[in-house]
């Protein structure tokens, strides 16, 4: 069974910045892309980015493109989402997730496409 665990998330204000992770246990995380999504209170989930497994391709939606970058870190088994420039309407739980087997980081960032999620850290942007 896949796990993921974000981490990272808090309280910030607007214009700050915060780094959230995706790590894993019992399987590589450098063998598969990986896609970040977020969930705001009474909202559907939405994509946020995905970074392909040899992090040569990324994607981001038009709504946090500029301020948010994914990288990796294949050693430490860990993928980052670095968030700058904070507003309010990026408030939300936000989640990582493997694509299903023959998807990968596309700029569709399409639900359906991921399989294994984790259980999200929520991240408030607020003075």
């Known amino acids: 069974q896949v796990q993921l665990v974000e981490s990272g998330g808090g309280l910030v204000q607007p214009g700050g910045s915060l780094r959230l992770s995706c790590a894993a246990s019992?399987?590589?995380?450098?063998?598969?892309?990986i896609g970040w999504f977020r969930q705001a209170p009474g909202k559907e989930r939405e994509g946020v980015g995905c970074i392909s497994r040899s992090a040569v391709s990324t994607y981001y939606a038009d709504s946090v493109k500029g301020r948010f970058t994914i990288s990796r870190d294949n050693a430490k088994n860990t993928v980052y989402l670095q968030m700058n420039s904070l507003k309010p309407e990026d408030t939300a739980d936000y989640y990582c997730?493997?694509?299903?087997?023959?998807?990968?980081?596309?700029?569709?960032?399409?639900?359906?496409?991921?399989?294994?999620w984790g259980q999200g850290t929520q991240v408030t942007v607020s003075s």
């Open positions: 019992r399987f590589a995380l450098n063998n598969y892309a």
């Open positions: 997730a493997t694509p299903r087997s023959g998807y990968g980081c596309n700029d569709g960032l399409r639900l359906y496409e991921y399989k294994y």
